[in-house]
């Protein structure tokens, strides 16, 4: 599965900025799919995993309040909606599956995830 995220850029703290995922060719709905972040020398972290056909979305406690999942089915779209930007939001973030339609109760461990897109860029900054 391709996955290809968009959306990233340059915004001020407390602003918001939305990113999305899609997947070529696949049907996303079928599949749980996380968004994680990458920041400088710093390990890969879990924002938020979004079950397929209408299952549970869960949030890491980092962005619980902050950030919401979304699905356009008609758009084979996940979006990351993210509002209250801090600096510390800066990061590359990627969109995962493991190929699943649930998530995992592991879902925050990189290592379960088969797929995953090329990131996208997001900075937090004045």
């Known amino acids: 599965v391709q996955l290809v995220e968009s959306g990233g850029g340059l915004v001020q703290p407390g602003g918001s900025l939305t990113l999305s995922c899609t997947a070529p060719g696949h049907t996303l709905d079928v599949y749980a799919v996380s968004w994680f972040r990458q920041a400088p020398g710093k390990e890969r972290e879990a924002v938020s995993c979004s079950g397929g056909g209408g299952s549970r979305t869960y949030y890491t406690d980092s962005v619980k309040d902050r950030f919401t999942v979304s699905r356009d089915n008609a758009k084979n779209t996940v979006y990351l909606q993210m509002n209250f930007l801090k600096p510390e939001d800066t990061a590359v973030y990627f969109c995962?599956?493991?190929?699943?339609?649930?998530?995992?109760?592991?879902?925050?461990?990189?290592?379960?995830?088969?797929?995953w897109g090329q990131g996208t860029q997001v900075t937090v900054s004045t």
């Open positions: 995962a599956t493991n190929g699943g339609l649930i998530c995992l109760a592991s879902f925050a461990d990189s290592r379960r995830y088969d797929y």
